[in-house]
């Protein structure tokens, strides 16, 4: 949802916020390992599991994945005693870190309990810590590489945690996004926005072709200028992310030849036919994205089109959005892929998503996995890099309390953070059990 045209920059953080800040520090201090001492550590590490889900839909029992200098270098059956320095994660299942592609960790709630907007006082100190712990509260809980479709000063997060200044997921982002308006819209200004995003070091083309939900959704960008928009990204060696609700939008935007169609809450079937006819990954969300809205509207009422009508048009998209998932995911061949739209107040509730797609999506678990490991690794084009338990790639790893592809409320019950190697969170098992026995009473 994403479409508020200069809003958030930066900020007072509000009470929540202020303990991550806080949290980020004393984790620094104590818990984490530096990155370079990390890296410098050349003895291997070994992880033992239960159960492993190797995120392409496999599933493997008592494992050992043997680490070293950040990256998975064996997977094999566990046998004999840990050799020291092991974590036993017990009966925890072992799964690869989860990717979020399409986030806004410039977007969070300031000290007045609002939206933060760019005039709300804030100091731009206020706002990078309130960044800061957007990024720790998603590494947190398992997320360990997201796409940030967001503002220029997401560099600075995005260059902090790759330089571990601070501690958070792999970042790849946007910097800006372009419409149908930008720089007067002609094919030739589109193409020259897209090369300066590429010259300020954009991972992504983030393309505004449909309105917002809550002004409707209806295409806004010709077949013309996404051509244009999405062609030079490729050109430029980037992928190209469109917001697109209706579905006369998201239609173009497959038929340009875009790498990736968000949202699309308002696609039919000749839409998903469009989209595996070319390839195009879709991220439709469920509903961590309306439910923060609609459960927190003294956020954001007031703010752009946060109004009666906006909300109206969320609350009307729910039951439409849900159906979309299940559609989507019955459909061979289309690309389903993980992403939250995570905005203010939902970072680190991401795994909410997940637990949508599958229950009231109707979204079988192990796929709703799948679309959150390595087919999101394959849409980000770092299909060999991350997503998998495997020989190879990076040491991004996260374990959880019971088996997500069994129940997937198992995914918001992360206790084990692992990226490049680092250690930042392992609950422990007395941490464990009693969570456990916490959830069991709750339920
Ligand atoms: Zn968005």
Redesign the pocket.
Known sequence: ??SLPKLPRSASVRRGLHRHALAVVALLGSVVPSPAAAQSAVRPLVLRAARVLDGTGKVLTNQDVVVERGRIVVVRPARGPLPAGGIDLGARTLLPGFIDT?V?LGWYINGHDRMHTDDDGDTPAVSALAHAGNAWATLRAGFTTVQS?GEADNAALRDAIARGWIPGPRVLTSLGSLNERTRGGSPDSLRAVVRRFKQQGADVIKIFASKSIRDGGEATMSPEQLQAACGEATAQGLRSVVHAHSADAAQRAANAGCTQVEHGVFADNATRTALVQHRTFFDPQCGLVFRNYLDNKRWFEGIGNYNAVGFASMEQALPLAEAGIGLAARTPGLKLVFGT?AVAGAHGRNAEELVCRVRRGKQDPMDAIVSATSRAAESLRLEKEIGRVAAGFAADLIATDGDPSQEIQASQRVSFVMRLGTVYRNDGANATAARRAAGASRQ
Do not use: G, P
Request: charged content about 15%; glycine content about 0%; proline content about 0%.
């Open positions: 949802m994403s399409h806004h479709i739209d």
